[in-house]
């Protein structure tokens, strides 16, 4: 039995088949229509969402399975103190996969010693998000038809964005990529993930302003400076709109780069870029849909 904890679960091969299912399915979905007839997909999401919840709930509905879980912790029995080792022991005997977001790193792992059915981290904490990874890289495999020889903008909050840490991580696996990222000082990616860039020579550098490295990008990858992981709300709102991208800016990019961002935006792209054919942060979102269906094809083992 395999479970998703972290991109790197799957090596670059297993992905690349993951991918060519999730392409197959948005070319053709009603030959997977029936898939999972009969089985059950239960979301354990101890913090919000929006995006990843319902496009797990999506991909279950579409490939014919159904559905059932809790979105909100108050709601369920972790109010009254049950551990999530006894949660997944419970939900094994209801569902045949689980996906998982709690708001501490590493709970996820946890359930998945315990459980008796395939466990996606769906997001722990500020640790991993491997299944937004998926939607990323899929987004870019798509739009470009490669995921190697890319210079990487990742802008934002890159010290507690676990969108990035993931993507960083899966990305290093490709050939030509090169990383920029762009934060303030306070919101540096961690160090134990520039210590294994340099053990791995992968090139990076790091810069607080924008403006400075937009022309040099083959991707940006926008995030959000979230308000929940910060200790104290004066340090959140000296640093919430640090970064807008706006058209003054795109002018300077590449008229082939991509945005991404793994959504929720709050101010950090301006509206008045949405129609720009190179932000693509809501296609991103139905690509979420079909890697999803693909993942849960390919962890209970029916593709
Ligand atoms: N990208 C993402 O994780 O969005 P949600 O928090 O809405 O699931």
Redesign the pocket.
Known sequence: MKHLMTPLDFSVEELEKLFLLANDIERHPDKYAHDCDGKILATCFYE??????LSFESAMLRLGGQVLGFSDAASSSASKGESVSDTIRVISCFAHICAMRHHKEGAPMVAATKSTIPVINA?DGGHQ?PT?TLTDLLTIRSMKGRLNNFTVGLCGDLKFGR?VHSLIHALIRYSGIRFIFISPEELRVPDYIIEELREKQIPFEEVIRLEDVMGSLDLLYMTRVQRERFFNEEDYVRLKDFYILDKKKMNLAKSDMLVLH???RVNEISVEIDNDPRAVYFKQVQYGVYVRMALILTLLGIR
């Open positions: 919000p969402s929006t995006r990843t919840r997001g998000h937004q969108t793994p959504l929720p």
